[in-house]
Structure formats: C-alpha cells, structure tokens
C-alpha cells in the first residue's frame, strides 16, 4: 500500500490517495495540482504487522522543491478493513506532528 501511495503522489491522483486513505482522518482534498514536488525515491525502512488487520510503515521519501532537496520521513498507520488496507496517520521523527501526511 505505501508503494502505491507513493506512486499516487508521484503522478498527482488525488482520487487513489483520498480512496485508500481511512475515512475517519482524510482530508476533503490535496490539491495536489498546486503540488510543485519531483519526487525522487522512496525507502522503506520498516514495516510491521500487529495483528491480520494493523500495519506501520517507516519510510523516507525524497523529493525536490524549487531545485531544494528534501526529506519526508514518516511512520504510518495503516488498517486493514472488509480486505482493502487504508492509511489513517503518520508520525514524523523529528518534525511537529503536523507535517503533510503520505
């Protein structure tokens, strides 16, 4: 689900990113057109399974703003409900719990 997300982004579809992103924390829209990032690549460090039904996700994307570098590291939540997996939140190490979300 990360990857997907991931190349969601890359390609700005909205849709796939606000349909697999858990209703109880999506947000009503992106904008993503307004988005000026190229990403770059995405690493993923860590991925744990709690039970059938929760997973975490530790990544680090890179991506390039106005010929800047830059680094998104997150830990996400994802939720697995009636088989499909959703997103519902991410940590940021280091950074104010209210950076962008993947």
């Known amino acids: 689900m990360m990857r997907s997300r991931y190349s969601a982004y890359v ?6 990113l606000l349909a697999t992103w858990h209703a109880t924390t999506r947000p009503a829209s992106l904008d993503l057109a307004t988005d000026t990032a190229r990403w770059l ?8 399974t709690s039970d059938t039904d929760r997973a975490v996700v530790e990544f680090v994307a890179r991506y390039r703003i106005g010929g800047r570098a830059q ?3 997150e830990i996400s939540r994802f939720v697995r409900e009636d088989g499909r997996w959703f997103y519902v939140d991410g940590e940021f190490p280091g950074q104010a719990r209210d950076s962008t979300p993947a």
Not at 11 to 16: A, D, M, V
Not at 41 to 48: A, M, V, W
């Open 71 to 73: 680094r998104l590291h």
């Open 41 to 48: 690549g995405l690493e993923i460090r860590r991925h744990e």
């Open 11 to 16: 390609q700005r579809l909205e849709p796939y």
